[in-house]
């Protein structure tokens, strides 16, 4: 059974840093893009930045510059780091793994700027 991990959330003011990671275990499987996407209080899930097999990457506008995403394919983890975070920035944040064998989705982690 695949299990997603995410860690990294929490409270922040303006300005601040944050790392999200997210881990994928519980069996053998071959990942291709692996991402993460945010969903604000009355709002529709988003995509924040994508990262395929190869190392490409793909972000939001609202966070290009900010916002980096990457990969460690020898621990199945996805961290995005997050700079110069802003209020508008505060969502629940969830990883999103596509496998050889389909797409899964972690629990989400909240994350919190305050001005």
């Known amino acids: 059974q695949v299990r997603l991990v995410e860690s990294g959330g929490g409270l922040v003011q303006a300005g601040g840093s944050l790392r999200l990671s997210c881990a994928a275990s519980?069996?053998?499987?071959?990942?291709?893009?692996m991402g993460w996407y945010r969903q604000a209080p009355g709002k529709q899930r988003e995509l924040v930045a994508v990262?395929?097999?190869?190392?490409?990457?793909n972000y939001a506008d609202s966070v290009k510059g900010r916002f980096t995403i990457s990969r460690d394919n020898a621990k199945n983890t996805v961290y995005l780091q997050m700079n110069n975070l802003k209020p508008e920035d505060t969502a629940v944040y969830y990883c999103?793994?596509?496998?050889?064998?389909?797409?899964?989705w972690g629990q989400g982690t909240q994350v919190t700027v305050s001005s």
């Open positions: 999103k793994v596509d496998l050889s064998i389909g797409g899964y």
């Open positions: 519980g069996g053998k499987f071959s990942i291709n893009t």
């Open positions: 990262i395929t097999s190869g190392g490409s990457t």
